[in-house]
């Protein structure tokens, strides 16, 4: 059934009359009128549409200009949230809980490229963790390294999600809790006896000795790491370099500077490009740290061959979707790129 414009007036008209009366009504006739547009915005025909529009414009205008004379009270502030939402100025907490459930209303290029060379990845991830698991797990490593590197699968998964449909600072944050979990899971591989102060009571003793740089140094990896530290400046701590990719500085018409923060992601393509290929480099990374975890339980010529061709698969992409761009980026820390790119010419990453 077409709605047209005439029908969707005389519906607006029906629910508005009163309120137009009675303004402490205008909230809940509103709503009704925003509500029924949203349930049938499949069926409005253009005329319909551009009622809408129109309607919007001027009954969010005319209230607004008949509240600024108004003292401030908490109605008064109840009508300009509301006047605000419909001029898409404000926002309910609601849509963007509804938001992630939604199939991809625009797909990223880049990032539709980019899945199955994850998702393969990641199931290759799947398959050595089943083939490591078919013999018995043994002691508190054992234990602590299989946590860590299924764990990993979760972190990915969400990571790409959020990836795709531009949260990239909580991206990000995940892809970050990865590379901890695999330098904890490597770690416990070399020096099983570590697993027993991960597992301990000391919180001191597992901080001195578990963080992030310190397992690294125990790995024989240089401390500072500039990946990890990249993954740590957009996802972590609430940073100027994370709130960089969020706000954009605007010019008012007088003059002043005015700066908008963007909600319900970040508002430039290329960060999503650029947190797709993270995720991807990230479930690389992944992979070979199972395979070098659990080697005696895997199939060597098997591991070879799928980490050669998830390596030729990875490669061009990464150097395209997120080396070259590193490299271009007047943000970015300058070792960046390098790291990325070296770990890209081993191969067969470690």
Known sequence: MTITARDFQEFAQQRLSDAFVTPSLFGERLKEVLDFAVANKSSLDDGAKAYYDKLLDGVSTMFEQGLAGVADSPDKRRMLRLVALTKRKHHRAENFLKGLGKPLPVPFAVAEAGKPIFLDTLQSVLDFLFDATREDQHGAAQFASLSMLYWTVDELTVAFYLAERKYTTQAYSHLRTVYDLLDKAELFFQEPQLAEVWSGADKRKILKELQPGAVRTKLGKPKFDPIYD????????????????????????????????????????????????????????????????????????????????????????????????????????????????????????P
């Open 230 to 349: 990249f993954f740590t400046e957009r996802g972590m701590h609430g940073t100027f370099g994370a709130v960089r990719q969020r706000a954009v500085q605007r010019e008012r018409s007088r003059g002043n500077p005015s700066v908008a923060m963007w909600l319900g992601g970040v508002a430039w393509d290329q960060e999503v490009d650029l947190a797709v290929s993270s995720c991807i480099l990230s479930t690389v990374l992944t992979l070979t740290t199972v395979a070098k975890v659990y080697r005696t339980r895997l199939h060597d010529a098997e591991v070879a061959s799928i980490i050669k061709n998830r390596a030729d698969a990875t490669t061009d992409f990464l150097q395209k979707h997120l080396v070259n761009p590193l490299r271009e980026s007047r943000t970015e820390a300058p070792g960046l790129a390098d790291a990325v790119n070296q770990l890209l010419a081993s191969r067969g990453f």
